[in-house]
């Protein structure tokens, strides 16, 4: 904040305020020489009122009525348009410019033939929208023979405005007109009210350093061009209710000390509020952005309300603070919108990021770790704070993508302040691009890869496509050892699979669709196992209804997954590619070798897997092993499988859950006696999976449900 005000005061400090004692008081004599001696300024004639104290106070009645009269007469005139000059004078007692311009009615097909046709076009830019909304109000008429609404009208200015540095000790007036020229109000004071609304601007509209001691009203506007508003100071209350910017407006270095009404905003080109201070609350509801909005390194000491907004393209918050609260509650972002919140300052402690439960999260972008991980763990606090568990859990698993990008740039990056030249050409950058690098680090290191935009010659795609390949570690650092790039690979892969399985336990529809994949895939393995042994010299085959069973159920229960996995998870190849890593490759190799040697022991018509036959229900079984114990007398309670029954293959689904999740329906174990080692192997294997699993699955619902999330994190 304290950077914004020495900006604004450094540019403040440059301005030759002219002093009272040195301006000329404007008399009828000098106004009637100068509006019948125009200067040129531009090319176009312009009545030149500079350096003069004006006094249009009710009390100097004659010469206020003598000044609009004979400025109306000059500047209205057909043929050239005329502007008007007040720079570096001071106004006393109210101004209204709508007495200087041309009445003209906003709709219809009537136009005076004082006005050229391009300043016609210029008109009518404005009229279809306004005819559109008299002829609705017409249709609301309780009384079909109502008398006609009397038409609109609106003041013409047709010359162009310079007020720069120009003191209005009164209230000035500038509402209802359509500005045909520029409007330069340049440093100017507004000592009262400022009236600004139902204001149109067809050329650019300058109010670069303006103050406005007072209020200031821009209610209802439209600026055709561009409207820059840098480093202007709004010392009271400022409304820019239903403004429409059909093209970029500029705020940026502006001071707001009490509220700032912005709502209903029409923001056609890109808003730039970067480096604005607000002291008093704002207000952007209901507005609707359809370029960039920037908040670069913006100051927010009280309330921000984008309460209903529309986004369609990125917020930039980069570098902002947020002291109090941001509130974008029913805010609406499209699809290539989110919020940029890299650098932001936001202290969970004493303000709040305010959101649609569920959606705010995912629109929050923070693109590196470093500099953020603070900022990060302080939105996740404040989305738990507020019992909003999935956009916490959602930064949460941003915050958890970012440092594995990190673990992989220091595993196999290349740090750009050590790397050579060639190095860095086959990275990608150019020559130039390498010499520039170089020059650059041995003046200062690079301490981000990020840092490399600050070269004239990197470009923001060049970044992009080299930025993941890259590290900013000391010169000259050892290489890393095998040990400790051992170590980095491992939390990689740990990470990783972390990541893929079950969105760093955030997500437990995609962590439920792993399982039902690979409950389906051991449940098959088991039964080809079991029922498929040899084809001669005697066959031990299952029957053609039970492999259309047991196929159709897998494809079920695994459609069922993928379908999860699918709809739920932002990378899901990535997930099935961890799936597949983890269940296929030491399967494959164990059945490619069993069925490779055969199988040759007795019980060879009898099942490996047996029941309990005690008992019938459903069993948490987490503390027991996959295998049976050797104890005679315990064998007396487990008997094989049937084999003969119709429904006999669902066993093999409910041993894979047991042997995944630890529970089920009914215990069934692998036996003891006369079991091929490989299918031993593979009920450890995936009994050992389970483990993991089951340890996964269980934090993933203590991360998602509400109530045992309050009570892991705030205990």
């Not at 940029?340 to 705010?360: C, H, Q, T, Y």
């Not at 941003?398 to 990008?405: F, G, M, S």
Request: aromatic letters at 14%.
């Amino acid at each position: 904040m304290c950077s914004t005000w020495l900006n604004v005061g450094a540019w403040q400090g440059q301005v030759t305020w002219a002093a009272p004692n040195d301006l000329v008081p404007l008399t009828l004599e000098q106004l009637q020489d100068r509006v019948k001696k125009p200067i040129q300024s531009d090319g176009l004639p312009v009545i030149d009122l500079r350096r003069f104290s004006i006094d249009l106070r009710s009390e100097n009645g004659a010469f206020r009525d003598q000044f609009y009269q004979l400025l109306r007469s000059q500047l209205q005139r057909p043929g050239t348009p005329i502007g008007l000059d007040l720079s570096y004078s001071q106004i006393q007692g109210d101004f209204q410019i709508s007495q200087l311009g041309l009445r003209a009615p906003l709709y219809g097909d009537s136009l005076s033939p004082i006005f050229t046709p391009a300043e016609q076009e210029q008109l009518k830019r404005d009229r279809r929208r306004l005819s559109r909304l008299v002829t609705l109000s017409r249709l609301f008429l309780t009384n079909p023979n109502q008398e006609a609404i009397t038409p609109i009208q609106i003041s013409v200015y047709r010359g162009s405005l310079k007020l720069v540095q120009t003191r209005f000790f009164g209230v000035a007036d500038f509402t209802n007109t359509f500005f045909l020229r520029s409007v330069e109000v340049q440093a100017a004071q507004f000592m009262q009210l400022a009236d600004w609304s139902q204001t149109r601007f067809s050329q650019p509209a300058n109010f670069i350093g303006v103050i406005f001691k007072k209020e200031v009203r821009f209610r209802n506007s439209i600026f055709f061009a561009k409207g820059e508003f840098r480093q202007a100071r709004f010392q009271g209350e400022s409304t820019f209710q239903n403004v429409d910017f059909q093209t970029d407006a500029e705020f940026n270095q502006a001071v707001f000390e009490q509220v700032a009404n912005f709502q209903r905003v029409q923001w056609q080109g890109n808003a730039d509020f970067a480096q604005v201070t607000w002291l008093n609350q704002t207000f952007f509801s209901k507005g609707n952005f359809n370029q960039g909005l920037f908040f670069t390194d913006a100051v927010f000491d009280k309330a921000a309300l984008f309460r209903e907004a529309r986004f369609n393209r990125p917020v930039n918050l980069r570098g902002a603070s947020i002291n109090e609260k941001a509130d974008f509650g029913y805010a609406v972002f499209a699809k290539d919108a989110y919020l940029n919140v890299a650098g932001m300052r936001f202290d969970s402690d004493r303000a709040k990021l305010v959101g649609n439960p569920g959606e705010i999260g995912r629109v929050i972008s923070v693109p590196t770790l470093q500099g953020n991980e603070n900022l990060l763990r302080e939105l996740v606090r404040n989305f738990r704070k507020q019992e909003q568990i999935p956009d916490a859990n959602y930064i949460d698993y941003r915050r958890q993508q970012l440092h594995l990008r990190e673990l992989r740039q220091q595993l196999f990056g290349v740090n750009i302040n050590a790397a050579s030249p060639q190095q860095l050409q086959v990275l990608g950058f150019t020559a130039v691009q390498a010499d520039n690098i170089v020059k650059r680090r041995a003046e200062r290191p690079f301490r981000t890869p990020a840092e490399l935009l600050s070269l004239a010659n990197v470009d923001i795609a060049t970044y992009i496509n080299v930025r993941d390949r890259l590290a900013a570690g000391e010169a000259l650092a050892p290489p890393l050892s095998w040990l400790n790039r051992l170590s980095l690979a491992f939390r990689c892969l740990v990470l990783s699979q972390l990541l893929a399985l079950s969105h760093y336990g955030t997500s437990f529809p995609v962590i439920f669709g792993v399982g039902l994949i690979t409950i389906a895939y051991f449940a098959v393995i088991f039964w080809l196992c079991d029922r498929w042994r040899r084809i001669i010299p005697n066959p031990i085959l299952p029957s053609f209804s039970e492999t259309i069973a047991v196929s159709v159920s897998f494809v079920v229960l695994a459609s069922s997954g993928l379908l999860a996995v699918f709809r739920n998870s932002e990378q899901p190849w990535a997930t099935l590619i961890s799936v597949t890593a983890i269940s296929v490759p030491i399967p494959f190799l164990l059945l490619f070798i069993l069925y490779k040697e055969g199988r040759y022991h007795p019980k060879m018509d009898s099942s490996y897997f047996m029941e309990e036959g005690t008992l019938r229900q459903f069993r948490i079984l987490l503390g027991r092993l996959p295998i049976i114990p050797r104890y005679e007398m315990f064998r007396e309670r487990y008997m094989p499988i049937i084999l003969n029954r119709r429904w006999s293959w669902l066993n093999y689904f409910d041993f894979s859950l047991n042997n995944l999740l630890k529970f089920g329906f009914n215990d069934i174990r692998l036996r003891d006696e006369y079991v091929p080692g490989i299918i031993t192997t593979l009920v450890w294997y995936q009994w050992g999976i389970g483990l993991l699993f089951i340890g996964q699955l269980l934090w993933t619902l203590s991360r998602t449900i509400p109530g045992l999330n309050l009570l892991i994190y705030f205990k």
